[in-house]
């Protein structure tokens, strides 16, 4: 199955969108269409989430698996009653805090979300964005919008609209380009279906954020071909944001690893692979000298730049035709969870331990 359309992109001005964009974008929704957008995270793939057809057009496009569930986008607070039930007052209290901003709730789904939304399940995802064009398309729509990351399933998520026509030229209706979006990674999704909330997913908004609100937050991030029993979030394959090329993540001591990153290069140099890095600036020395296409994302101690360029630096190593990338773990602090967390799923588990 597929969906087809004649794809329509329109620059937006994410200071002052132009009204007369945001109607066409939402008409295009009205009537069953998929829009790309711009959040503060990444682009997302949107389709009216009241309408059950409109969203398996998402799945179309994608070629997203049926058992995803996807996030329903509001803009609104009193939008929630019509998306949720049994919505717990720690939801309230979060979304006073984070919302709008980079933090996905899962909650009890109401009658209205048709059941494609959620993969079958009795829950629903929800997020209020605070990227504008995303506020500007949800208030001039007035509809709950269903969307996914803009991209093909299982590839790096788009943070511009480049991006997004490079997975989705001809199968969605309209792409609102806003530039490149400013997190890069996508929101946290917290699981407050339970008795104590648990992270699903780490991202924009960081544990130790959540924890100044909510001490007892817990993480429970699955990587499902490591692990079977993953059932709250079908989603989290951990072949999810792969490069075309196969990635290699070095974990451990930091001189240790460089040195077997500097080596494997080598190695794999002298093999005639076409060699990538995606390193951190302190590094850069490190691969200076070798016959490798270096992906400089930024310094260290500023993760939120590094969370910023990850996607693009993947699909940039792509593009230019690596057949290896080869990169290291970061701290699993503040932003560093969600990086490290799509670095791992970038490299499908080929983690490389240096002891
Ligand atoms: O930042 C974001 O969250 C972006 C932008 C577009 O909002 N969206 C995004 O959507 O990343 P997607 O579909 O690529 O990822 C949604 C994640 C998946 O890991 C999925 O399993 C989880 O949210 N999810 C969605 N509905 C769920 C549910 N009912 N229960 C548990 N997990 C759910
Ligand atoms: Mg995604």
Same mark, same amino acid.
Do not use: C
């Given at each position: 199955?597929?969906?087809?359309?004649?794809?329509?992109?329109y620059?937006?001005?994410?200071?002052?969108?132009?009204?007369?964009?945001?109607?066409?974008?939402?008409?295009?929704?009205r009537? $069953?269409?998929?829009?790309? @957008?711009?959040?503060?995270?990444?682009? +997302?793939?949107?389709?009216?989430? &009241?309408?059950?057809? #409109?969203?398996?057009?998402?799945?179309a496009?994608?070629?997203?698996?049926?058992?995803?569930?996807?996030?329903?986008?509001?803009?609104?607070l009193?939008?929630?009653?019509?998306?949720?039930?049994?919505?717990?007052?720690l939801?309230?209290?979060? #979304?006073?805090? @984070?919302?709008?901003? =980079?933090?996905? &709730?899962?909650? *009890?789904r109401?009658? /209205?979300?048709?059941?494609?939304v959620?993969a $079958?399940m =009795?829950?629903?995802?929800? /997020?209020?964005?605070? +990227?504008?064009?995303?506020?500007?398309?949800?208030?001039?729509?007035?509809?709950?919008?269903?969307a996914?990351?803009?991209?093909? &399933?299982?590839? =790096?998520?788009?943070?511009?609209?480049?991006?997004v026509?490079?997975?989705?030229?001809?199968?969605?209706d309209?792409?609102?380009?806003?530039?490149?979006?400013?997190? +890069?990674?996508?929101?946290?999704?917290?699981?407050?279906?339970?008795?104590?909330p648990?992270?699903?997913?780490?991202?924009?908004?960081?544990?130790?954020?959540?924890?100044?609100i909510?001490?007892?937050?817990?993480?429970?991030?699955?990587?499902?071909?490591?692990? #079977?029993d993953?059932?709250?979030?079908?989603?989290?394959?951990?072949?999810?944001?792969?490069?075309?090329a196969e990635?290699?993540? @070095?974990?451990?001591?930091?001189?240790?690893?460089?040195?077997?990153m500097?080596? /494997?290069?080598?190695?794999?140099?002298?093999?005639?692979? *076409?060699?990538?890095?995606?390193?951190?600036?302190?590094?850069?020395?490190v691969?200076?000298?070798?016959?490798v296409?270096?992906?400089?994302?930024?310094a260290?101690?500023?993760?939120?730049?590094?969370?910023?360029?990850? @996607?693009?630096g993947? *699909?940039?190593?792509?593009?230019?035709?690596?057949?290896?990338?080869?990169? !290291?773990?970061?701290e699993?602090?503040?932003? +560093?969870?969600?990086?490290?967390? !799509?670095?791992?799923?970038?490299?499908?588990?080929?983690i490389?331990?240096?002891?």
């Amino acid at each position: 199955m597929t969906y087809d359309a004649e794809t329509r992109i329109y620059p937006v001005d994410p200071l002052h969108p132009d009204p007369v964009i945001l109607r066409l974008a939402a008409d295009a929704l009205r009537r $069953g269409g998929l829009v790309a @957008f711009p959040t503060e995270t990444v682009y +997302g793939l949107g389709a009216n989430a &009241f309408e059950a057809e #409109a969203v398996a057009r998402i799945f179309a496009a994608k070629r997203r698996p049926a058992n995803d569930p996807i996030i329903v986008h509001i803009h609104d607070l009193a939008q929630l009653d019509q998306i949720a039930v049994e919505v717990p007052p720690l939801a309230g209290t979060l #979304a006073a805090a @984070f919302w709008p901003g =980079p933090l996905t &709730f899962v909650l *009890r789904r109401g009658e /209205r979300i048709p059941a494609n939304v959620s993969a $079958g399940m =009795p829950t629903v995802a929800v /997020r209020m964005p605070s +990227g504008s064009v995303a506020r500007a398309l949800l208030q001039t729509v007035a509809l709950p919008v269903a969307a996914p990351s803009a991209n093909t &399933f299982s590839r =790096p998520s788009a943070t511009t609209a480049a991006h997004v026509l490079q997975d989705l030229s001809g199968h969605v209706d309209v792409v609102l380009d806003g530039g490149a979006t400013a997190i +890069g990674l996508e929101s946290t999704v917290l699981d407050l279906t339970g008795a104590q909330p648990v992270i699903l997913r780490p991202g924009g908004v960081p544990l130790e954020a959540l924890r100044e609100i909510a001490a007892d937050v817990q993480v429970k991030t699955h990587y499902l071909a490591l692990d #079977a029993d993953a059932g709250a979030s079908p989603g989290m394959l951990i072949k999810h944001y792969a490069p075309h090329a196969e990635m290699l993540l @070095f974990d451990g001591e930091r001189e240790a690893v460089l040195e077997a990153m500097r080596q /494997r290069a080598e190695t794999l140099d002298a093999e005639g692979k *076409r060699v990538g890095v995606l390193a951190y600036e302190e590094d850069r020395a490190v691969f200076a000298g070798l016959n490798v296409h270096l992906h400089v994302l930024g310094a260290l101690q500023n993760t939120d730049k590094i969370g910023a360029g990850l @996607f693009a630096g993947l *699909r940039a190593l792509d593009a230019v035709g690596v057949d290896v990338i080869l990169a !290291r773990t970061v701290e699993r602090e503040g932003l +560093g969870a969600a990086i490290d967390d !799509r670095l791992m799923r970038a490299a499908e588990g080929h983690i490389v331990r240096i002891s």
